[in-house]
């Protein structure tokens, strides 16, 4: 016998109270906080989810929400907000993925469901100074920097925010699946750096030969197996080869670290984002000096190799 159809899932309440963005914001709050949503793309609680999407939704600045807070909401765009909350809850789908757009270091990125969400702690040292212990600079000169490489670029967001922060440098972007390159094209167009970035479809070093750079950078898959079956619905939306880490979550780590010396030049070094991997790494690589970077939302999840280091 055929199984009956599944009745459609009932729509949200509408309330037509809400007059300003503010109300909308809150109400989405509301809402984000009685399913249960997961925050972890961009944004880390369902006060700025809520903010990002009703700002995207209307085309205004996130970074002048307080201007705008207290303006009345029309028609089209009380629909446009709350559909966008219903997909939120309804599918839990990222709200990068529902808007197709992600800001890293204040850069905007496209983003589909063929590309990992944008977000790096990597993005946050790229922006700033390189520092090392005891503030002795790991790259004293940005404008230096000549060959960038980015592995596993998904977006190419770390590849374009490399491009930014050093002017003179051509970057290499690699990853190995083409259905990312694609996104990461249409970044690097929108950035105008069609010139700088070349892309590369491959595994990891495959596709340079024998080139060697000033700075290799990595935010690879680092998710191990019991991390992957714990993934919330938000991240199962993603590819999931862009999370998968193997069984101990460093399979890709360990072949970066194993073939860097090999890319870098004299004074050159990776700089790579692990994640919770820390103690593993160091276990597994006793005699290697890692060089442990904290950002403002982390700490020891990423590490600086210096190619002497390797040596």
């Known amino acids: 016998m055929a199984k009956a159809p599944r009745p459609p899932t009932p729509r949200m309440p509408r309330p037509k109270e809400l007059a300003t963005i503010l109300d909308h914001v809150r109400y989405a709050v509301t809402q984000f906080r009685a399913a249960q949503l997961v925050f972890a793309h961009g944004t880390t609680d369902p006060l700025a989810e809520a903010a990002f999407m009703v700002c995207e ?3 205004l600045p996130l970074d002048r929400f307080e201007a705008f807070a207290g303006a009345r909401v029309t028609h089209d765009e009380r629909k446009k907000i709350f559909d966008l909350i219903e997909a939120r809850i309804r599918t839990r789908k990222p709200a990068a993925y529902l808007l197709q757009k992600a800001y890293l270091r204040g850069i905007p990125f496209y983003v589909d469901e063929r590309a990992i969400v944008p977000r790096s702690y990597l993005g946050e040292i790229l922006d700033g100074e390189l520092f090392a212990r005891e503030h002795a600079s790991l790259i004293d000169d940005p404008l230096s920097v000549e060959r960038v490489l980015d592995l596993c670029t998904g ?4 590849a374009v925010l490399a491009a930014l922060r050093f002017p003179h440098a051509a970057v290499d972007a690699v990853d190995i699946s083409a259905d990312a390159l694609a996104v990461a094209a249409r970044n690097v167009a929108a950035h105008g750096l069609e010139g700088r970035i070349t892309l590369h479809e491959g595994d990891l070093f495959g596709p340079v030969g024998g080139a060697r750079y000033d700075l290799i950078v990595s935010n690879p898959p680092y998710v191990d197996a019991t991390g992957m079956a714990a993934l919330p619905p938000e991240c199962r939306h993603e590819p999931p080869l862009a999370l ?3 069984p101990d979550g460093i399979a890709v780590v ?3 670290i194993d073939n860097a010396p090999r890319h870098l030049t004299a ?4 700089l790579c984002e692990v994640g919770r991997d820390r103690q593993i790494l160091e276990k597994i690589y006793p005699e290697t000096s890692f060089l442990w970077l904290d950002t403002e939302e982390s700490s020891g ?7 002497a280091q390797f040596a």
């Open 301 to 307: 999840e990423v590490f600086w190799l210096g190619a």
């Open 254 to 256: 360990r072949r970066i």
């Open 267 to 270: 004074d050159g070094g990776l």
């Open 244 to 246: 998968d880490g193997g």
């Open 57 to 59: 939704a209307l085309h």
């Open 155 to 158: 977006s190419g967001c770390l």
